[in-house]
């Protein structure tokens, strides 16, 4: 038994001696290149090696130096790598899975940084967008049927009808702007029908109850023109949404200027004149069911939101 384990012993010392040759020759390549071109030079190529491990103060024999020359030969101790195939890749990929996990976690952060950004710029808008052209095709349509039922003015329907199908037209078109200003403008409607009030001259200390001004584009003409209000049954002031003539621009306001004929505007002031107040000064009237206001004055119904 002593004598296997020695034998054991001895045999894996002369390998480990033949690995240690091989890899000497392979630090020394220019050696090998030189003496192993011919197996002539073999033997001078043994000596070398064992004055190189005699150089070292170690004695080793010529067979496991020409062992260990053999065995560079035959790259007996030089790694094979795997051949390729699916056990191959998986085992290096798990060989190499903690620089993998890395590169996959930054690669899934980006990804998943990417989906947040497009939802937020793309889908979300997008979404939105359509969440509210949903709801003002829905008002619109509620709107509409709620302002036919109210109308009782000649034509007021087709006013109606020509502001839901601008809206409508928007809904299908996918413009957000334009219909919701359709829908505010058919929101006003349905809110001026079911409005009542009278049209008065503003008769009130240090307060102008009419004013005159040049049109733009004449020096001599004037327009002339009542400051009116507007006053609900009960004798609230109304805020109403009026167009001024001069720049087109809507407003909401509590007074505006009415424009009138000067002999109007004559009789207006002669009657404030008399006294300090407008006796007179009920001008128009706006029913439920209307969208216009009829007028006891001649009048354009054009008007000036200020002066």
Request: zero cysteines; charged letters at 30%.
């Amino acid at each position: 038994m002593a004598d296997q384990q020695a034998s054991e012993k001895i045999e894996l010392s002369e390998v480990m001696l033949a690995m240690d040759i091989v890899d000497t020759l392979r630090h020394e390549r220019s050696l090998v290149d030189r003496e192993l071109q011919s197996e002539n030079r073999e033997a001078e190529l043994i000596e070398k090696l064992r004055k190189i491990y005699a150089d070292q103060g170690l004695t080793v024999s010529d067979e496991v130096i020409a062992e260990g020359v053999k065995a560079m030969r035959e790259d007996r101790f030089t790694y094979q790598p795997p051949p390729a195939g699916l056990q191959t890749m998986l085992a290096r990929l798990y060989v190499h899975r903690g620089r993998w996990t890395k590169r996959f976690a930054v690669l899934l952060l980006v990804l998943v940084g990417f989906w947040f950004a497009y939802r937020y710029v793309v889908v979300m808008p997008v979404e939105r967008t359509q969440r509210e052209l949903a709801d003002t095709s829905k008002a619109i349509e509620s709107l509409r049927a709620e302002a036919l039922k109210a109308v009782r003015e000649p034509g007021a329907a087709d006013k109606i009808e020509a502001i839901y199908n601008d809206a409508l037209s928007a809904v299908r078109a996918g413009d957000a702007e334009k219909s919701n200003g359709a829908r505010q403008a058919l929101q006003a409607a349905h809110d001026m029908l079911n409005q009542e009030y009278t049209i008065q001259v503003v008769s009130r200390p240090e307060t102008p109850s009419g004013v005159w001004r040049y049109p733009v584009h004449s020096g001599t003409a004037r327009n002339y023109y009542l400051i009116v209000e507007a006053i609900s049954p009960s004798g609230q002031r109304l805020s109403l949404p009026i167009t001024s003539e001069e720049d087109g621009s809507v407003r909401t306001v509590s007074a505006w200027g009415l424009r009138v004929d000067p002999q109007v505007f004559e009789r207006v002031k002669q009657d404030k004149l008399d006294d300090g107040i407008v006796n007179d000064k009920t001008v128009g009237r706006k029913q439920r069911g209307y969208l216009t206001p009829t007028y006891t004055i001649s009048t354009t119904g054009k008007a000036i939101t200020d002066w």
